[in-house]
């Protein structure tokens, strides 16, 4: 939630006029967990992934949307904008929920896989990538890209890495124009 790409998306956002909803996965910054986080890193190290932990995440987004919804008290919009890891479960709830777009930035193509089925719903969606991403290889994202369920559309940012350092505010700009269309 701290992170460098979401602070500024988060700061471009608020300053035209959407209200932005973010927070940790639990044991994230100061949110409580009974999790022993030491094992899950552990884990994490020697496997490259952390089944019970990662499967947490996502009962926590869907937690956080469900709490959003209950707060809200007419129709609105809702985006989600998910970086990173939190692509995956960002399109589970774009897939089962009443959501307008979906932002994608540097979805984790090299680590974890996502199925075509995945985006396979008629909500708009966005990709947003760096073609030297180490986490988001170019030819996955093409691929994940040509196979996704229309409406859709890609932006690349050629200067740019997985952290979109220095191109933090371009890319937040990008993100707030998507939504904004």
Not at 44 to 53: E, H, I, R
Not at 65 to 78: F, G, K, N, R, S
Not at 104 to 133: C, E, M, R, T
Request: with cysteine.
């Amino acid at each position: 939630m701290d992170n460098n790409v979401l602070r500024q998306i988060k700061k471009n956002l608020v300053m035209n006029d959407f209200v932005v909803f973010r927070f940790n996965y639990r044991g994230i910054g100061m949110s409580g967990t009974d999790r022993d986080l030491h094992e899950d890193q552990k884990l994490f190290w020697k496997n490259s992934t952390c089944p019970a932990y990662e499967e947490n995440i996502y009962i926590d987004c869907q937690h956080a949307y469900t709490i959003l919804a209950d707060i809200m008290e007419t129709e609105w919009p809702v985006y989600i904008v998910g970086y990173s890891f939190g692509c995956l479960p960002a399109m589970q709830i774009a897939k089962k929920q009443k959501i307008m777009k979906l932002g994608l930035i540097s979805p984790p193509l090299g680590k974890w896989q996502i199925k075509v089925d995945d985006l396979d719903f008629k909500q708009q969606k966005k990709f947003f990538h760096a073609p030297d991403d180490f986490a988001c290889p170019e030819y996955e994202m093409q691929e994940l890209y040509r196979d996704a369920a229309e409406p859709k559309s890609i932006q690349s940012f050629p200067d740019a890495d997985h952290f979109f350092i220095g191109k933090e505010m371009e890319l937040a700009k990008a993100v707030t124009e998507f939504l904004l269309t």
